[in-house]
T-cell receptor
Framework: QKEVEQNSGPLSVPEGAIASLNCTYS??????FFWYRQYSGKSPELIMF????GDKEDGRFTAQLNKASQYVSLLIRDSQPSDSATYLC?????????FGAGTTVTVRA | EAGVAQSPRYKIIEKRQSVAFWCNPI?????LYWYQQILGQGPKLLIQ????????DSQLPKDRFSAERLKGVDSTLKIQPAKLEDSAVYLC???????????????FGPGTRLTVL
């Protein structure tokens, strides 16, 4: 079982719609959860982190965490073409950050 | 604030050759990471340094890969000899947080794209 699994893509959404990305993790001791965005040919950049159960909102992005279900998600509201990228879920236990394979999102204009 | 610097940006070598990558982290960041990202996959941690000490190198193929961080600042990652399966992007990241901190946000450099022929 992979440490971090993300829903397989690619995910195609029309401009203005909500993009929903899911991630599950295997280590119950995981403490912090991150969403990175990676444009093609570029390095990952952090867009959200969450470490308490519930929702965390930042602009058009909302991260949701459910530790009992070992599940974390990212919602992108009012999707824009500039949101087209691969989104990486990352989970940390103490110091080690483990990444999922990523979900590629394409926003259609 | 300057970001994480890496060089070279691209490298093409033949199998069995050696190659070295360099990384300079953000000033003041104690923790430095090297990741390997194969096309279509997420980054995989190769080695983590806290200052100039190794925190985790459990996924570093030590028969061919080596890394050092002298003086706790910049770092080099070496592959010798290279194999075809080493073709990947090698990412360096740094973090202001030390081991055990929950919100160890990592800042990534632009990466080095290695092609092994």
């Amino acid at each position: 079982q992979k440490e971090v699994e993300q829903n397989s893509g690619p995910l195609s959404v029309p401009e203005g719609a909500i993009a929903s990305l899911n991630c599950t993790y295997s280590d119950r001791g995981s403490q912090s959860f991150f969403w990175y965005r990676q444009y093609s040919g570029k390095s990952p950049e952090l867009i959200m982190f969450i470490y308490s159960n519930g929702d965390k909102e930042d602009g058009r992005f909302t991260a949701q965490l459910n530790k009992a279900s070992q599940y974390v998600s990212l919602l992108i509201r009012d999707s824009q073409p500039s949101d087209s990228a691969t989104y990486l879920c990352a989970v940390t236990n103490d110091y080690k950050l483990s990444f999922g394979a990523g979900t590629t999102v394409t926003v259609r204009a | 604030e300057a970001g994480v610097a890496q060089s070279p940006r691209y490298k093409i070598i033949e199998k069995r050759q050696s190659v070295a990558f360099w990384c300079n982290p953000i000033s003041g960041h104690a923790t430095l990471y090297w990741y390997q990202q194969i096309l279509g996959q997420g980054p995989k941690l190769l080695i983590q340094f806290q200052n100039n000490g190794v925190v985790d190198d459990s996924q570093l193929p030590k028969d061919r890969f080596s890394a050092e961080r002298l003086k706790g600042v910049d770092s080099t990652l070496k592959i010798q000899p290279a194999k075809l399966e080493d073709s990947a992007v090698y990412l360096c990241a740094s973090s202001p947080s030390g081991s055990g901190r929950p919100n160890n946000e990592q800042f990534f450099g632009p990466g080095t794209r290695l092609t092994v022929l």
